[in-house]
T-cell receptor
Framework: AQKVTQAQTEISVVEKEDVTLDCVYE???????LFWYKQPPSGELVFLIR??????QNEISGRYSWNFQKSTSSFNFTITASQVVDSAVYFC????????????FGKGTRLSVIA | DVKVTQSSRYLVKRTGEKVFLECVQD?????MFWYRQDPGLGLRLIYF???????EKGDIPEGYSVSREKKERFSLILESASTNQTSMYLC??????????????FGPGTRLTVT
């Protein structure tokens, strides 16, 4: 069975600090996809990144970066120089290859960035 | 831009009422999903649909039913609302890809309160 664990329930940082959100997954599939979503206070989930299991290159997008390590089944998300607008709940999710398979979500990490 | 809309942002219903939550997407996506989100529990899948008139149970289908008469519309029905169905309900859609998993596009959510 697939499972996604986000062990950090809540994190609080001061603005401009770097912060890493952890995501550990379990799957028996050799081909799978991992996702990160952001849910700001408005409530709508915003897609951030999709990564397939064959692409272990780290990705950087502005202040956001993702570290995918198959050896430890982790897909961690780092925000550099955090800002108040980064305050949100962040979800990690996992999907099998087929487009008909629903995502399995972690329970989310609430990030608060204090000015 | 993909647009997923939900009929109401906030809804208050009484115990025992029949409740309809509507979701419409404008990108001709095959797959549609209903989740509920509760504090500390993350997103849990209620039902999903691969195509018109098709439906599959998710992790927590009890007390809910769904209807998909048209490709763009996916309705969630609470046959007899109960207080434990007070929650945030999120609808999502995604295109079908036989060899890959695509990100899901989410609506803004409906916060339902059952009194």
């Amino acid at each position: 069975a697939q499972k996604v664990t986000q062990a950090q329930t809540e994190i609080s940082v001061v603005e401009k600090e770097d912060v890493t959100l952890d995501c550990v997954y379990e799957t028996r599939d050799t081909t799978y996809y991992l996702f990160w979503y952001k849910q700001p206070p408005s409530g709508e989930l915003v897609f951030l990144i999709r990564r397939n299991s064959f692409d272990e290159q780290n990705e950087i997008s502005g202040r956001y970066s993702w570290n995918f390590q198959k050896s430890t089944s982790s897909f961690n998300f780092t925000i550099t120089a955090s800002q108040v607008v980064d305050s949100a709940v962040y979800f990690c999710a996992l999907s099998e290859t087929s487009g008909n398979t629903p995502l399995v979500f972690g329970k989310g990490t609430r990030l608060s960035v204090i000015a | 831009d993909v647009k997923v809309t939900q009929s109401s942002r906030y809804l208050v219903k009484r115990t025992g009422e029949k409740v309809f939550l509507e979701c419409v997407q404008d990108m001709d996506h095959e797959n549609m999903f209903w989740y509920r989100q509760d504090p500390g529990l993350g997103l849990r899948l209620i039902y999903f649909s691969y195509d018109v008139k098709m439906k599959e149970k998710g992790d927590i289908p009890e007390g809910y039913s769904v209807s998909r008469e048209k490709k763009e519309r996916f309705s969630l029905i609470l046959e007899s609302a109960s207080t434990n169905q007070t929650s945030m309900y999120l609808c999502a859609s995604t295109p079908f890809l036989s060899t890959a998993a695509y990100e899901q596009y989410f609506g803004p959510g409906t916060r339902l309160t059952v009194t």
